[in-house]
Structures are given as structure tokens and as C-alpha cells.
């Protein structure tokens, strides 16, 4: 089980784009150079971050990606689903109605016990993601980056919105 | 991100185990049959299952695979991680010390911030299906599986043993 590499790329990119400046935007070229991956794959990600409702894209000269709300509001988990979707990881082919004990539908009324406790696991992934806002986790860089990586960040936004 | 089928199947497989008789076995043939799923797949997963000394494969005419250890003491995590494997589901690749702002690795004592809330989120997910053994699976079986599939159930097993 492995979740998908833009999962990082795409919380590596809201909480970038947290730092913005209001009204402007970094484009898609822009965001895979910060970030060291690959334009085409990150395009791919970053329109479902749109979708989601979590950035939204910007037309014109100035144009590019920015945050569609801010960043308190926008969960770690927000940003997993939109890239992973909401599917638990688990999915219970119903076994149990199989083989030589297996019975009509309608003789089970609860779900499986194995895909419920499958079920409370994800359930309690989901809460932890949850609980982590963007916002988090810009005070964390700010807390833990190198300085001198702060400071070249910062640069670097500075010119890549000139 | 999806777990395996052979999650799904393992975990059915060992609590249908902790039902045989002590010192009798059911083979990879006949666990497929019970379950309805292709025993070549299957067979790989007992082995998984063997290896994280779960299962113990025996010898000869009445050999098979049976639990290794008593059911309250193998836990949904462990049959999972056998399957699986323990690795996190989210991979870190350090993006953080790529593109304009990197520094040297030695100036981030910390992992990255994503990176703590994702291991976070996977510890309570593991510690979530630590909790659960497959004693407690069978407990929730006898009380929810449709009675007549549990008298065909032990009919099966009977003719399997014979």
C-alpha cells in the first residue's frame, strides 16, 4: 500500500502557496521548479487540488495557481483526498457470501467484522489527517527550515512574481 | 491507494483457522475453496503468512496450514503487516531539499513537517488494528454470522478433516 507521490507534491505545494501574497499566483511551471518534480505529472495534481476547491487558477499575465481559501481552513486530509480520493484503503469483497457457508444478502445485516474494524482504522487515519491545517504547517517551517533556506525561498517567490 | 486483496483474504483465512481443531490443518486447496478465491493468489499469502509466523505449514497426509500461535494473540496488525509489509504508506522523498530553497541535509535535524503529520496518522492507524485480534473476530463472527451459515460452516470443516 502506497499512497501516491503527489500526495507529498501536493502538500508540499498548498503549504507553499500559503506564503503567497494575496492576489497573485505561481503557475504550474513555477511550482515544479520550486518543488524539483515533473511539470506534466504536478499538472495533473494540481487540477485536482482545483477541483477540491482547494486552489483555483488564475487567468492573464499574473496568472497561475493560488490558495481558494485560507490555509486554516484547509485540512492535510483535504488536500489527500483530493489528490487520493476518499475510498477507504480497505474494500470488502463481501468473502463471507462465498464458499460453502455462504447465505442470501439479506442474512447479514451488519457489515463484516473484519471490513468494520478495517473501516474504524481508516476512520481514525482520516481523524488524524484531519486535524492538521495548512496553517500548521507553515508555522512548522517556520519553526524547523534552515534559515538560509527561508531566506532563498523567499527570494526566489520574490523574483518568480516580478 | 489500495490495500491488497490479500489482506481481505488473509485475515478471513486465519480466523476460519482459529476455528480447526487443535493439531489439524486445512489445505491451501481447501482454504480457497472455503473462500472463494484463487488459490494460486492465495497460496502466496499463506506463505506471507508463514514467514510472519502466523501460520505453520505441516507435513504430510493431513498437512496443511494452521495458526502458529493461539487467536488472542495475533492481532488484525499482525496479518496485515504480514500481507503488506510495514512500511508507511506515505514515503517522504524530501522534497524539501530540492529546488531554490535546499540546504545541506545536516541543517534539517527534524524529518519534514508533512512527513510527521503522515507517520502520525499511520501510527494510529496501526495501533488502531493492534487493538484487534482474531479471538475478537471470532467472538464477532459467532455473534453475527447468519446461524445457517455457521452450521455449514462446521459441516464443511468436518468433511474437510475427515
Redesign the interface.
Known amino acids: ?5 503527489g ?3 501536493g ?2 505545494v498548498v ?1 507553499l502557496l500559503a506564503y503567497l501574497p494575496e492576489d497573485r499566483a505561481l503557475t504550474s511551471a513555477r511550482l515544479a ?5 515533473p511539470a506534466a505529472y504536478l499538472a495533473k495534481h494540481l487540477q485536482a487540488l482545483s477541483r477540491a476547491e482547494i486552489l483555483e487558477s488564475v487567468q492573464g499575465p499574473r496568472g497561475g495557481y493560488r490558495l481558494a481559501r485560507p490555509p486554516a481552513t484547509v485540512t ?1 486530509l483535504d488536500v489527500v483526498e483530493a489528490i ?1 480520493g476518499t ?1 477507504p ?5 463481501e ?2 457470501r ?6 442470501p444478502a439479506r ?2 445485516p ?1 457489515p463484516c ?2 471490513d ?3 473501516r ?3 476512520t ?6 484531519g486535524a ?1 491545517t495548512i496553517a500548521d ?1 507553515t508555522s ?2 517556520g519553526r ?3 534559515p ?3 531566506v ?2 523567499a ?2 517567490m520574490r523574483e518568480a512574481l516580478r
Do not use: N, Q
Request: charged residues 25%; hydrophobic residues 45%; contains cysteine.
Open positions: 500500500m502506497k499512497l501516491s507521490d500526495v507529498e507534491w502538500v508540499h503549504t521548479e520550486y518543488h524539483g518534480v492535510v487520493e475510498e484503503a480497505f474494500r470488502c469483497t468473502i463471507r462465498r464458499g460453502p457457508g455462504a447465505r442474512e447479514y451488519l467484522a473484519i468494520r474494524v478495517m474504524s482504522a481508516d481514525v487515519w482520516r481523524a488524524s489527517l492538521v504547517l512548522a517551517v524547523d527550515a534552515p538560509k533556506s527561508l532563498a525561498g527570494e526566489w
